[in-house]
């Protein structure tokens, strides 16, 4: 049987700034730059963000790869730091404003429409030494500074925009979980960190709004979904899906679509005395400047049972003390990464935005499988024979059909990542890419997954 996808369908993948491009001329360091320079040892086989996979310099043959891997859409950040010099004024640094305009236009000259996103996790160090970084709601209007000054540079060919990525993955990576620098533990600050982001989001969207030129492409936000399966039909399994849902979903979909957060949320913040402090003029503001579109991040789905103790229990506040992770037995796993693999999700996910977000225009904006050791699937052509990639990419984009044809508007599936890139922490523990890079001697060659995601974007779409 042959899927085909709707007509103009986004055959693409994404990357990100910091993950891609290497430090050279930055004129500042993110907090991930600071970071690798502290405290080198927290990245995987100490490998930092210097070079990356150096598309500062290469990216000109890089892109011609992606063409080559059928890729009619790609998304990258901007880098704050690379682009900005004065951080309070916006000014700008133009060898930052150069490589941009030559890296769009660069996409642009062979096809692909370039897909920009302002922010991906990469803070400048200084804005968190002087102010907490997104603690503090200067940052948020510094934040929308940069992101005029984007729109007014770019927006004549950009014509898609997004203000964050993973709004999420900062408030629990440094705030709750540490995972990423600073690596606090403060419930309250995450709290009001979340609330800060999706007011900074909407703060550059009414900056886009109200240009009188380059306005007149499409804004949204990435959101990482994790649909939260409650392990049993119990009443208090149920209940911590309930929670699980609207802390870690509910929280940000609401603001960027329906312009509030949710009330059972703030109740259940407020009753814990976690609050942020909000004022009625950023309500506004946020009612008035939800997205055009969405990003959907989907790796793995969040299974969740009641908590092994009370949310009475002495602790730091956490969200989690009302629901616990649940491993499914028998689930299938990619045992690489530590993730379950559950591509039914990105129909419930397809069903949830028809049903409770007013069937907005979305895509699957990353959705990828890593691997490490990945050397091991070398073949004898010296290709990286990645089959399971190419079973993950079909399974997830057959349930994704099927949500498309139960009316869901998705207009787009990007693959993490198109070329294999540094990756945080992690660095380059995990290869995800449709292009090998061997970072030794930054030699990039196509996998087999990307001839097969080629010959998917000219089909638009393939056989079951
Ligand atoms: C996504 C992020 O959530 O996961 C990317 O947006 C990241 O920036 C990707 O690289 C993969 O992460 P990891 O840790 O598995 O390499």
Redesign the pocket.
Known sequence: MQLTFPENFWWGA?T?GP?SEGRFHKPHANVFDYWYDTTPTDFHNFVGPNTASDFYHSFRADIKLMKQVGLNTVRTSIQWTRLIDDFETASLNPDGVRFYNEVIDEFITNGITPIINLH??DLPVELYQQYGGWESKHVTDLYAKYAEQCFRLFGDRVKNWFTF??PM?IVEGQYLHQFHYPKIVDGKKAVQVAYNLALASAKAIAKYRGLTENNDGKIGTIL?LTPAYAASDEPADQEAARIAELWTNKLFLYPAILGHFPEELVELLTKDQVIWESTPEEAELIKHNTIDQLGV?Y?HPFRVQRPDISPDSLMDWMPNKYFADYDLPGRVMNVD?GWEIYPQALYDIALNIRDEYHNIPWFVS?N?M?VSREERYLNEQGMIDDQYRIKFMKDHLTWLHKGIEAGSNCFGYHV??PID?W????AY??R?GLIRNDIRTQTKTIKASGHWLAETSKQNGFTI
Do not use: P
């Not at 990756?423 to 992690?426: D, V």
């Open positions: 994404a990100s993950q991906h996790f990525n993973e993955v990482n991040n790796y990464k990353e990828g890593g993490w990542t890139c990756s945080w922490a992690n523990r995990n995800y």
